[in-house]
């Protein structure tokens, strides 16, 4: 990195503080960016659960709809719960569907971006005091 466009210690100072600032947003980016990766796998584990808790009811109330001496009543709850819980799971499906594929990938991207930026950002900050220390106060 050529350091000569920085001809003062306050311009020095001010590069310096300018790039622990842009440190400091990726340090930020890269923590949201782990807290979304921990809430999209907590989200994931209760989705799945969730998801199968409603398969296990859908196929209940798919069974006592398919026995032909139940009665009017029960036959319209169960019909009523049954399109409730078909709503409920594709519900379900969509919420596990956004913690995967492109919307997944693109977290990822994300993540890759910030790590090859951080690297040489830390290395730049770190080569200012060295030509800071050959110019005069």
């Given at each position: ?96 569907r956004l913690t995967t594929g492109v ?33 005069s106060a």
């Open positions: 990195m050529d350091y000569s466009s920085l001809t003062t210690w306050a311009e020095c100072d001010e590069a310096k503080d300018e790039l622990e600032f842009e440190l400091k947003t990726f340090t930020v980016r890269d923590a949201t960016l782990d807290l979304a990766d921990e809430r999209a796998d907590r989200t994931k584990a209760s989705t799945s659960s969730e998801l199968a808790k409603v398969d296990s009811k859908i196929a209940s109330n798919t069974a006592l709809l398919g026995v032909a001496s139940i009665d009017a009543q029960t036959r319209e709850e169960a019909t009523d719960e049954l399109a409730a819980l078909q709503v409920q799971r594709t519900a379900l499906v969509k919420r596990k919307v997944g990938f693109l977290g990822e991207v994300d993540a890759e971006q910030i790590a090859s930026q951080v690297a040489p950002l830390t290395a730049i900050k770190a080569g200012i005091a060295p030509h800071r220390a050959t110019l």
